[in-house]
C-alpha cells in the first residue's frame, strides 16, 4: 500500500493499493469520528461494488446505509443531489456521520457537493473506481454540479478525510472509461512532469500510474488549495473540453472532451508561436495510442462561444493553460472577444472537421 499525503487546511492521505476496496472500512475508521455512514453509488457502481463496501464498513463497526441513483453526466444535477440530501436526512445522518462516495468522477463530485451543504457541512470519504477519479477527481476537495449553461458551474471547495484507490476496479471498466481516464494522466504528464511522459510512452499499466499521478495533484493542490495561481494549471484543455461536451448534449465522457480540448490550446498555441515544436505531435500520439478523439467537428466558433461560461473566464479575460515546451505548461489570459480568433487556426486540424 502507498499513501500520499495532501497538505490541505485539513490534511489527509490518499492511499493506493490492491485490494484496499476489502480493507475500506477498516481505513475509514481511522480518521471517522463515529461509525455511521451513506454510502452513495450510481446503477452502474451499485452491482459490481455496493454490497462488498457495505460488508467492509459493517466488519468494522459501522451501520451503513445506501443511496442508489441514476447514472450519467446528465444526472449531474441540484435535483439529485437535493434526492440525496433528504434520503440521508430521511435516515437521521448527524453532523458526526459521514457521506461514502463510491464510483467515477460524478458520484465524487457530487457525493462531496452533498457533504458540503448537509448540515453545513460533514465529512466524506472517497473510493473512486475509475481511473479518472483515482487520478484526479477524488484528489483535491473541488466538488459540483453542472447547470444548463455549463459544466461545474455550481459548487464548493470540501476535501475528504480519506481517499481509497484499488487499482483492481479499474479491471471492470469498459474500455473508452478506462481511455477517459488516461486523458488526465497525460494531462499531469503535459503540464509538470516529462518523467510520466516517458512512462506513459513506454507502455506502463495505467494501475501502476495511480500514486505518481496523484502525487502531482497532490503537490499542487497543497500549494494551492483553493486555485488562486498553479491550480489552475490543472484544468489544461478543460476551457475548451467542457464546452465540446457541452455541444455534444454531453453525450461524450469528459475524458474525450478533455482529449480534444488540450490539442485545441496546444496546436492553437504552437500556431501563435507560444509552444515548442514536437510537443504538439507528441500530445497527439498520446491521445491516439489511448484511444482518444484528437479532433471535433464542431467548429472554432462553436467551441469559443461555449466557452464564454466557463467558470475560469474573470471578468472579460480567460485564463488558458497552453503548453510552453515537454512536461510545461505555462497560465495565458486572453480577452473573451478575442478567444474565437485565437482559435480559429485549429479549423481544418482540431476543430470544423
Known amino acids: 500500500m502507498e499513501s500520499v499525503r495532501i497538505q490541505t487546511g485539513v490534511p489527509y492521505d490518499a492511499v493506493i493499493g490492491r485490494g484496499l476496496l476489502d480493507r475500506a472500512g477498516e481505513l ?7 461509525r455511521h455512514v451513506m454510502i452513495f453509488a450510481d446503477e452502474n457502481v451499485a452491482p459490481l461494488y455496493l454490497s ?33 440530501l433528504t434520503d440521508a436526512d430521511q435516515h437521521g445522518m448527524t453532523r458526526a456521520d459521514a457521506f ?48 444548463a449553461s455549463g459544466k461545474n458551474l455550481c459548487g464548493a471547495f470540501h476535501q475528504p478525510r480519506l481517499v481509497i484507490c484499488d487499482p483492481e476496479t479499474l479491471k471492470t471498466l469498459p474500455g473508452p472509461i478506462l481511455a477517459e481516464g488516461m486523458a488526465e494522466v497525460i494531462k499531469h504528464g503535459a503540464i509538470c512532469s ?11 499499466d495505467p494501475g501502476d500510474l495511480i500514486a505518481d499521478n496523484i502525487r502531482i495533484k497532490s503537490g499542487i493542490v497543497s500549494r494551492d488549495e483553493k486555485e488562486s495561481g498553479e491550480r489552475k494549471l490543472l484544468n489544461f ?4 473540453g467542457h464546452a465540446v461536451e457541452k455541444l455534444s448534449g454531453f453525450s461524450i465522457f469528459h475524458g ?4 480534444v480540448g488540450m490539442m485545441t490550446a496546444a496546436f492553437a498555441a504552437e500556431q501563435h508561436g507560444l509552444c515548442a515544436p514536437g510537443v504538439c505531435r507528441e500530445l497527439k500520439d498520446l491521445l491516439i495510442r489511448a484511444k482518444l478523439p ?55 486540424e482540431v476543430t470544423g472537421r
Open 100 to 147: 461514502v462516495a463510491l464510483g467515477g468522477g460524478v458520484t465524487g463530485d457530487m457525493a462531496g457537493l452533498a457533504a458540503a451543504l448537509y448540515l453545513r457541512g460533514i465529512d466524506f470519504i472517497q473510493i473512486p473506481t475509475t481511473l479518472l477519479a483515482a487520478v484526479d477527481a477524488s484528489v483535491g476537495g473541488k466538488t459540483a454540479v453542472n447547470l
Open 52 to 84: 462488498r463496501t457495505e460488508e467492509s464498513f459493517r466488519r468494522a463497526g459501522f451501520r451503513t446505509e445506501r443511496h442508489v441513483f441514476p447514472a450519467g453526466e446528465d444526472r449531474k444535477t441540484l435535483a439529485t443531489v437535493e434526492g440525496m
Open 256 to 259: 474525450e472532451g478533455v482529449a
Open 237 to 240: 484543455g478543460h476551457t475548451f
Open 28 to 34: 475509514s475508521a481511522e480518521v471517522l469520528r463515529t
Open 294 to 348: 484528437v479532433t471535433t467537428g464542431y467548429t472554432a466558433a462553436q467551441v469559443a462561444k461555449n466557452a464564454m461560461n466557463d467558470k475560469k473566464r474573470a471578468g472579460d479575460m480567460i485564463t488558458l493553460v497552453i503548453p510552453a515546451e515537454r512536461g510545461r505548461c505555462v497560465l495565458h489570459p486572453v480577452a473573451a472577444g478575442e478567444l474565437k480568433d485565437w482559435i480559429s487556426c485549429c479549423d481544418g
Open 194 to 204: 516529462p518523467a510520466l511522459l516517458d512512462r506513459i510512452a513506454a507502455g506502463a
